[in-house]
C-alpha cells in the first residue's frame, strides 16, 4: 500500500514541470485570443469616433486582416519573409535578456549589419555568404559597445544602446554619402543587387520562379538553424549555464567563480552579431535596397515583442516571430480600410496581457492545486475508509473462517 | 549675433521635452517603478494635446481673445492623457506585479499605432499630420511690450519659437525639486523607490506611492509630449521621434536629480542644435566629407556616452527599482 502511495507521488511532481510549460503556452494563447479581441473592439469604437460611422467596415476589415495572407503567393511566403529577421532580432533580443540584459540597440545593430551587407555585396563583389558574415561582424561590433560600457563602467546597457542607436544610424548615413559607388542611379538609394552583383542575393534554390513571387530565400532556414544553435548553446553548454547564472543573480555567480564581466561581454558580441545577421538577410534579400535614414528603423525593435511573448526561450522564439510575421503580412491586407498599424495595435495588446498573462496562469494553477490537494484529502480520507472496511471484512471474514474451521 | 540667438533659443526649445521627459522619469523610478513607456506616454500627451488644439477650441472666440490660455488648456489636457495612460503602466506593474520592462514597451508599441489609427478616422484616411494653429508662440504682445521696442537679438532667442510650455517646464523644474526633497511626500516617495518595506514598516501605503509617483510621470510625460509637437513644427506626425528613449537617457545622466536633469538636457539639446545647424554654421570644418552634417548628429550621442563613462562612479539608480513591492520579504 505504502509503495503504491510514494510511485503516485513521485509520478505527480514529474508531472509538475511539464504543467507550468502547458500554463506558461496557455496564457500566451489567452493573451492572444484577448488581444485581437481588444484589437476588434478598438475598430468599433474608432468607428464611433470617425465622421461617418459605418459598421460593417471593421467587419470587413477583420475578414480581410485573416484571408488576405491565403490570397496569393506573395502575400503568404511574405509571412517567413518577415518571419526571418523577426527571428533573428527576436534571438538577438531574448539573449540579451537570459543574461539579464536589455539590448534595446539592436536597431542600431540591425542598421550596422545591413550597411556593412551590402558594402560588401557592392563595393566588394562579395558573395552571399561573405556578406552575411560581415552583416556578423559589424553588428556585432556595435553590440559588443554597450556590453564593454556595462562591464567596464558598470553603465546601464539602456542608455548606452539607445546613444547608439542613433549614433549608428547617422554613422552608416555619413558613410553611405561618402562612398558614391554605392549609390550611382539615385542619391539616397543603394544600386538594385539584380543589377550590380546577384550573386550577393541570397539563393532561393529557383523557388522564387515557380511560385511567381520574389519573397522566397534561404533566410528562414538560416535563422531557425541559428535559434537551434542559441538553444543548444544555453541549455547545453557551461557558456550557456554561466549566462542564465549571470542573468538571474549576478553577484552570486560572480561569488560562484563565473567572470561576469567576461559573460556581458560576450553576450552582447552574439546578441549584436544576431541583430547585424538579420540586417543583411533583409537587405541580401534582393527585395529592398540600403536608403538613407532619417529614423531608427522598426525592425530592430520588433524583436522586443518576440522575444517577449517566447518567454526568451529560442525555440518558442521561431514559432512567436513566425506568428508576428503572419500578422505583419495580414496588416497590409487592411490598406484601404484602415492604416497598416492595427498590427501593432494587436501585438501591443498581446504583449500587454502577457505581461500578466503567466500571473494569471499561476492563479488558475493555485486554485486548480487547492481543488486536487481538497479531492486528494477526500480520496485519503476514503481510501482510510476503504483500508477500514477491508480490514473489518478481512477480520470479519477470519472470523469466519476461524468459526468455519472451529465449525 | 543673429545665429548666437537662434541657437540658445532651439537649444532651449528642443531641451524643454527631454527636461519634461526626464523628469516623469525620474517620479516614477524614485517611486520604485521603471518607466520605459516614456516615449508612448509622450505619443499620447502629443497627440491629445494637438488634437485639442486643432480639434478643440482653436476656431473658437476664446482662441482669437485669449489663445495662451487655450495653449494651456491644452497642457492640461496632454497632462491628463499622459497620466491616465500612464496608469496601464501602474495597474500592470503595481496591482497585477508583471515586468514593468514588458508592460513599458508594450505600452510604447501601442500609442503610435493607436495614434496614427484615431488621426486616420478622426482627420482622414492617408492624413495622419495634425496641422497645429499659427499664434501658439508667445508673443511680445501678450507681457505689454510692442515688437518695435524689443532688441532683434532678444526678439529672435524669446519671442520668435518659445511656447507657453517653456515657463511653465521651468515652474515644473522648481516645484519637482520642492516636493522631492523638502516635502513629506517627496520623503515618502523616495522611500518606497529605495526601500519599500521600510517604507511599509512605518506605515506608508507603498501601493498608493507608486501609483502617485506614475501617475505624475504621466503628466508630466503627456506634457512634454505636447512641448514636442509645439517645438517641431506646424505640421505634427503623432510621434515624438524617440525623445522619450533620449528623456530616459537623460534621466540617468542627471542621475535621478532634478537640477542635474535640467544640465543634461540642455547640454545634450546645446549638441542636438548644433548638429542641426551643422550646414549653415561655417566655422564648423568639413574634414571633406560630403554631407557632413551626419558627422555633427552624432555628436550628442558619442560625447554623451563619454561623459557618462567618466562619471560613472557617481552614478546611483534608486536601489529598489524594476521590483514589484513585495510585503511577504519585510
Redesign the interface.
Known amino acids: 500500500m505504502f509503495d503504491f502511495k510514494f510511485l503516485k507521488k513521485s509520478t505527480s511532481t514529474e508531472q509538475k514541470g511539464e504543467k507550468d510549460k502547458e500554463y506558461a503556452f496557455l496564457s500566451a494563447v489567452l493573451s492572444i485570443i484577448v488581444g485581437l479581441l481588444v484589437a476588434v473592439l478598438?475598430l468599433f469604437v474608432?468607428?464611433f469616433?470617425?465622421?461617418e460611422s459605418d459598421f460593417s467596415k471593421p467587419l470587413l476589415g477583420i475578414q480581410k486582416y485573416f484571408t488576405y495572407t491565403f490570397t496569393s503567393s506573395t502575400t503568404f511566403t511574405k509571412i517567413f519573409y518577415n518571419a526571418a529577421p523577426l527571428m533573428l532580432t527576436g534571438l538577438a533580443v531574448g539573449f540579451a535578456f537570459k543574461a539579464g540584459l536589455?539590448n534595446?540597440g539592436a536597431t542600431g545593430q540591425y542598421t550596422f549589419g545591413a550597411f556593412f551587407a551590402i558594402v560588401a555585396a557592392i563595393l566588394w563583389q562579395a558573395p552571399w555568404w561573405a556578406a552575411l558574415l560581415l552583416s556578423i561582424v559589424a553588428g556585432a561590433l556595435w553590440g559588443v559597445i554597450p556590453g564593454l560600457?556595462k562591464a567596464f563602467?558598470?553603465?546601464?546597457e539602456?542608455?548606452?544602446s539607445?546613444?547608439?542607436?542613433?549614433?549608428g544610424l547617422?554613422?552608416a548615413?555619413?558613410l553611405f554619402?561618402?562612398l558614391?559607388q554605392m549609390h550611382t542611379v539615385l542619391p539616397n538609394r543603394s544600386d538594385s543587387l539584380r543589377s550590380v552583383n546577384p550573386k550577393a542575393i541570397l539563393p532561393d534554390f529557383g523557388l522564387n520562379q515557380i511560385f511567381n513571387t520574389s519573397y522566397i530565400n534561404i533566410g528562414i532556414i538560416i535563422a531557425i538553424l541559428v535559434a537551434i544553435l542559441i538553444y543548444i548553446v544555453l541549455e547545453k553548454t557551461v557558456f550557456g549555464y554561466e549566462i542564465k547564472a549571470c542573468g538571474s543573480n549576478r553577484n552570486a555567480s560572480l561569488y560562484a567563480g563565473i567572470k561576469t564581466k567576461s559573460t556581458i561581454i560576450y553576450t552582447m558580441l552574439i546578441s549584436g552579431g544576431l541583430a547585424g545577421l538579420a540586417g543583411g538577410v533583409v537587405y541580401l534579400a534582393g527585395t529592398v535596397e540600403f536608403t538613407v535614414q532619417s529614423?531608427?528603423l522598426a525592425m530592430g525593435?520588433n524583436g522586443?515583442?518576440v522575444a517577449?511573448l517566447a518567454y526568451s526561450n529560442p525555440l518558442s522564439i521561431i514559432a512567436t516571430s513566425i506568428f508576428i510575421g503572419f500578422l505583419e503580412s495580414s496588416g497590409s491586407g487592411l490598406q484601404?480600410l484602415?492604416?497598416y498599424?492595427?498590427?501593432?495595435?494587436i501585438?501591443?495588446?498581446i504583449?500587454?496581457f502577457?505581461?500578466?498573462a503567466l500571473?494569471v496562469g499561476h492563479f488558475i494553477k493555485k486554485t486548480l492545486k487547492r481543488k486536487r490537494d481538497k479531492e486528494s484529502i477526500l480520496e485519503e480520507e476514503n481510501l482510510i475508509v476503504d483500508q477500514n472496511d477491508n480490514e473489518i471484512k478481512q477480520s470479519e471474514d477470519e472470523q469466519l473462517d476461524e468459526k468455519g474451521v472451529v465449525k | 549675433m543673429d545665429i548666437f540667438s537662434i541657437l540658445v533659443s532651439k537649444t532651449i526649445v528642443y531641451a524643454i521635452p527631454l527636461l519634461l521627459g526626464a523628469l516623469a522619469g525620474m517620479f516614477s523610478e524614485r517611486s520604485g517603478i521603471i518607466n520605459?513607456a516614456l516615449e508612448g506616454i509622450m505619443v499620447f500627451g502629443s497627440l491629445f494635446g494637438a488634437l485639442f488644439l486643432t480639434r478643440g477650441i482653436m476656431d473658437s472666440a476664446l482662441a482669437a481673445s485669449h489663445p495662451q490660455f487655450v495653449v494651456f488648456l491644452a497642457i492640461l489636457v496632454a497632462g491628463l492623457s499622459g497620466g491616465i495612460y500612464s496608469l496601464?503602466l501602474g495597474f500592470?506593474a503595481i496591482k497585477?506585479?508583471?515586468?514593468q520592462?514588458?508592460?513599458g514597451?508594450?505600452?510604447?508599441?501601442?500609442a503610435?499605432?493607436?495614434a496614427?489609427?484615431?488621426a486616420?478616422?478622426?482627420i482622414s484616411?492617408g492624413v495622419?499630420s495634425i496641422r497645429l494653429p499659427r499664434g501658439i508662440v508667445m508673443s511680445p504682445e501678450i507681457f505689454g511690450l510692442e515688437i518695435a521696442n524689443i532688441p532683434r537679438w532678444l526678439y529672435t532667442m524669446v519671442f520668435s519659437s518659445l511656447y507657453l510650455t517653456t515657463p511653465i517646464s521651468i515652474i515644473i523644474l522648481i516645484i519637482s525639486f520642492i516636493t522631492l526633497y523638502k516635502t513629506k511626500f517627496g520623503l515618502r516617495l523616495r522611500a518606497c523607490g529605495e526601500h519599500p518595506q521600510a517604507a511599509d514598516s512605518v506605515g506608508i501605503n507603498v501601493t498608493r506611492m507608486r501609483y502617485t509617483g506614475v501617475f505624475i510621470s504621466g503628466i508630466l510625460a503627456g506634457i512634454g509630449g505636447l512641448a514636442f509637437a509645439m517645438a517641431n513644427g506646424s505640421n505634427h506626425e503623432p510621434d515624438v521621434?524617440?525623445y522619450g528613449?533620449?528623456a530616459?537617457?537623460v534621466m540617468?545622466?542627471g542621475n535621478w536629480k532634478p537640477f542635474k536633469i535640467l544640465f543634461g538636457a540642455l547640454f545634450f539639446s546645446l549638441f542636438k542644435t548644433i548638429a542641426v545647424f551643422a550646414a549653415t554654421l561655417s566655422f564648423l570644418p568639413s574634414f571633406g566629407?560630403?554631407?557632413?552634417d551626419?558627422?555633427y548628429?552624432?555628436l550628442p550621442?558619442?560625447i554623451?556616452?563619454i561623459v557618462?563613462?567618466f562619471t560613472?562612479k557617481k552614478?546611483r539608480?534608486p536601489k529598489a527599482e524594476g521590483i514589484p513591492y513585495d510585503p511577504g520579504q519585510r
Open positions: 478598438l474608432l468607428e469616433a470617425a465622421a536589455f534595446i560600457f563602467f558598470n553603465i546601464n539602456v542608455i548606452t539607445i546613444m547608439l542607436n542613433w549614433a547617422y554613422l548615413n555619413l554619402y561618402n558614391p529614423n531608427l525593435f522586443i515583442p517577449l484601404g484602415y492604416s498599424e492595427m498590427t501593432s495595435v501585438l501591443s495588446v504583449i500587454y502577457s505581461a500578466f500571473i | 520605459i496601464l500592470a497585477l506585479k508583471a515586468n520592462v514588458i508592460s514597451t508594450a505600452l510604447n508599441i501601442f503610435p499605432a493607436f496614427i489609427l484615431l486616420y478616422s478622426v484616411l495622419s521621434l524617440g528613449f533620449l530616459l537617457a540617468i545622466f566629407l560630403n554631407k557632413v551626419n558627422l548628429k552624432t550621442y558619442i554623451t556616452l557618462l563613462a560613472s552614478s539608480a
